[in-house]
């Protein structure tokens, strides 16, 4: 299986600041890597699918990149909505796997 | 607005069944593979099995390969999954998804489901 390693685990960061996180594949998975939003009690929610593009209705301050086995996730002027956990994904394979998670805490 | 409303959740004892449902609306529900993800108190998110569009091929993760089955009924605009001998390490918030690749990327809509392994 592939293994997906993200860093920070928790990230502690002010409104307005741009934050970075890093995911890296066990092995090179092309661009099939997608990121995603978690706030407590609510379902995930797609931000960044194929390393780069930006899912429908998901604001610009938010970019990935990357390619093979390291990726990154950016959030450019941090909102109040933007604190929650983020995942990163690899779906080049079966079994799909996600990172352990990105916790963004409000400094 | 898309939508997926999950349900059939509850408390099983270990060694019991449950079977989970997912009924969509508003998109094409023939049009795409579907999956289950999991996500156990406070911890991370876990797929668990996708079933292609026509429900021609199945696939699971190796912790529920041979206990759990996932199938559809387009006609219903369902998803379904039943779980057999659950255990403690089965408890966990059950979301369905829909994906364009099968793998991913994953788009929830719903609340989830809680599925609780106690006696």
């Known amino acids: 299986d592939i293994q997906m390693t993200q860093s920070p685990s928790t990230l502690s960061a002010s409104l307005g600041d741009r934050v970075t996180i890093t995911c890296r594949a066990s092995q090179s998975i092309s661009s099939w890597l997608a990121w995603y939003q978690q706030r407590p009690g609510e379902a995930p929610k797609l931000l960044i699918y194929k390393a780069s593009r930006l899912e429908s209705g998901v604001p610009s301050r938010f970019s990935g990149s990357g390619s093979g086995a390291e990726f990154t996730l950016t959030i450019s002027r941090l909102q109040p909505d933007d604190f929650a956990t983020y995942y990163c994904q690899q779906y080049d394979t079966y079994p799909s796997t996600f990172g352990q998670g990105t916790k963004l805490e409000i400094k | 607005e898309v939508q997926l409303v999950e349900s059939g959740g509850g408390l099983v004892q270990p060694g019991g069944s449950l079977r989970l449902s997912c009924a969509v609306s508003e998109f094409s529900f023939s049009s795409y593979a579907m999956a289950w993800v999991r996500q156990a108190p406070g911890k991370g998110l876990v797929w668990v099995s996708t079933i292609t569009s026509a429900g021609g091929s199945t696939y699971f993760a190796d912790s529920v390969k041979g206990r759990f089955t996932i199938s559809r009924d387009n006609s219903k605009n369902t998803l379904y999954l039943q779980m057999n001998s659950l255990t403690a390490d089965d408890t966990a918030v059950y979301y369905c998804?829909?994906?364009?690749?099968?793998?991913?990327?994953?788009?929830?809509r719903g609340q989830g489901t809680l599925v609780t392994v106690s006696s």
């Open positions: 998804a829909r994906s364009g690749k099968g793998t991913g990327p994953f788009d929830f």
